[in-house]
């Protein structure tokens, strides 16, 4: 297996059979070797430093019910809210005096925020910080949509495929909601200059070795700038209730996959990741992930972005816990940066 490894660390590239054998019956021994390998080649590509990235999530309204999902339509016992312009500007000023030079607007699928009203955040955002990377995630949206954010001066756009699978999409979705379409919007991000990204649930109810061959398919055609994964962890208010968790150990082999496969990718090390794992975003950067994403939003709204249960909200995960997280950082001989850490193909 470890021929793989490294075959896909040379060639950047497997086929499918290939990548359905690593994924399927791997040993203790691979997984070492692709995450010590994984671990090089973000060195050699990054040095030592950790991009940052202020997330703000300014609307927990979602017009979609998906079933994994603390924020989904069903859900009536999520307590709504939405953060006015002013609000995130205020996380913005707030996240730039700590040195934050990225943020990401990260929101359920909102009708409030249509159009116009973000065309209106984006410019207001990128009037005051010219400087700063915007990324949006805000779901699906018809290619013109996309592209007055584009015009209004989004940079990025993390747009999640959540598994390549049809079925498997099937089971994690309600019937209005499509991989193609996923995948069609996905493609219209890209064309249309976003840095964008797009990424998986590891351990959702339904995935297989055969799912995630077409995940990692799926990433090696699209090429995207960033992945995001992170384990799936059961949100109490949600069909999928009484499912397991994603495991730490299957998320930390993939995201070292992920990064042999795409040496350059942004790559975070996610708070879901943080959730299951005191030191889980430490160990996803000792598999290849290099970015983290603390939270800017106000914390009166934080134990309402529920997506699943026991998010960590309580401060060390936030903007404020940054000297703890450089602290944290450094002891694995890493240092954050306020750079808006591009792309770099
Ligand atoms: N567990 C883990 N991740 C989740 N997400 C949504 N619900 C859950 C959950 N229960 C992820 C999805 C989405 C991102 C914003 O959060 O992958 O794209």
């Known amino acids: 297996m470890k021929e793989l490894v490294h075959k896909l660390y040379e060639e950047k590239k497997l086929s499918p059979e290939e990548f359905f054998r690593l994924l399927s019956d791997r040993t203790e021994q691979t997984e070492e070797y692709a995450e010590d390998l994984a671990d090089q080649v973000r060195k050699e590509n990054y040095g030592n430093v950790i991009f940052v990235r202020g997330l703000i999530e300014f609307t927990n309204y979602c017009r979609n019910d998906c079933y994994y999902c603390g924020i989904r339509r069903s859900n009536h016992k999520a307590l709504r809210y939405r953060l006015s312009l002013e609000e995130i500007l205020d996380c913005c000023r707030e996240g730039y005096s700590l040195g934050f030079r990225?943020?990401?607007?990260?929101?359920?699928?909102?009708?409030?925020?249509?159009?116009?009203?973000?065309v209106e955040l984006i410019q207001a955002v990128k009037r005051e910080y010219p400087d700063c990377a915007l990324t949006l995630s805000i779901g699906e949206k018809s290619r013109e949509e996309y592209k007055a954010y584009r015009l209004a001066g989004a940079d990025r756009y993390l747009l999640r495929h959540e598994t390549a699978d049809e079925e498997h999409y099937r089971l994690l979705h309600p019937k209005e909601l499509s991989i193609a379409r996923r995948k069609e919007c996905l493609w219209n991000l890209k064309k249309l200059g976003f840095q964008t990204g797009a990424g998986f649930m590891v351990g959702s109810p339904g995935q297989t070795a055969g799912t995630l061959t077409k995940d990692f398919l799926f990433l090696q055609e699209l090429q995207p700038q960033m992945v995001g994964i992170g384990p799936f962890i059961p949100h109490k208010d949600t069909p999928?209730?009484?499912?397991?968790?994603g495991l730490l150990r299957d998320t930390l082999f993939y995201l070292a996959l992920i990064r042999l496969m795409l040496p350059r990718v942004l790559l975070p090390a996610t708070t879901a990741l943080g959730t299951i794992h005191p030191e889980g975003r430490e160990l996803g950067i000792r598999c290849g992930a290099n970015v983290v994403m603390p939270n800017l939003s106000p914390s009166k709204v934080r134990k309402k972005y529920m997506l699943y249960d026991n998010k960590i909200c309580t401060g060390e995960e936030g903007a404020e816990g940054i000297e703890d997280l450089k602290k944290r950082m450094e002891k694995i001989g890493c240092f954050i940066t306020a750079d808006r850490g591009d792309y770099k193909g």
């Open 102 to 118: 990225t943020f990401v607007l990260q929101g359920g699928e909102d009708g409030y925020f249509a159009r116009d009203k973000m």
């Open 240 to 245: 999928f209730a009484k499912e397991k968790a």
